[in-house]
């Protein structure tokens, strides 16, 4: 196993992006249609934010009650990204080792950290990025 292997060679840089603008619905979308679970959100190129499948779920409450899926649209039209997102998520280094962000993905028990360099979002690393890593080595 490498032990010095960088993030930036596992880390997805094809990334799927939103904005203010964009609503609750569009991440929903999103989210399903590229089978991804979380999307960092953006504004002037900058990261402002982190929104994720869970997120999204905790204003669910169409499959908890019959007859009650227009709840969640409703929900969705009630609040904004800004709202739901995590602002400021902690953020890596392309620089940085597999390790390293390992360590701090178990630590902080994230599932997925934005990485920006020189205040760019680059990518993003999540814990399937490090388990594909792991299993391609063994």
């Known amino acids: 196993m490498k032990k ?7 880390m997805t840089t094809d990334l799927t992006t939103v904005t203010r603008e964009n609503s609750l ?8 249609d590229h089978k991804i679970r979380h999307i960092p959100v953006i504004e002037n ?3 402002i934010g982190i ?7 905790r204003l669910s409450f169409g499959s908890l009650f019959e007859n009650q899926e227009n709840a969640d649209e409703a929900m ?6 800004e709202q739901v997102m995590a602002s400021r998520p902690e953020t890596v280094r392309s620089d940085m080792t ?6 701090l993905l178990t630590e902080k028990e994230f599932h997925a950290l934005p990485v ?3 205040g760019e979002l680059k990518g993003i690393v999540t814990t399937t ?4 890593y792991l299993v391609e080595q063994y």
């Open 129 to 132: 990025d490090i388990i594909k």
């Open 51 to 57: 929104i994720s499948r869970t997120d999204i779920m």
């Open 4 to 10: 010095r292997e960088l993030i930036s060679h596992i």
């Open 45 to 47: 190129q900058k990261l």
């Open 116 to 118: 920006v360099d020189n």
């Open 25 to 32: 619905r569009d991440v929903k979308h999103i989210l399903s």
């Open 98 to 103: 597999i390790r390293d962000v390992a360590q």
């Open 76 to 81: 969705f039209d009630m609040l904004r990204i």
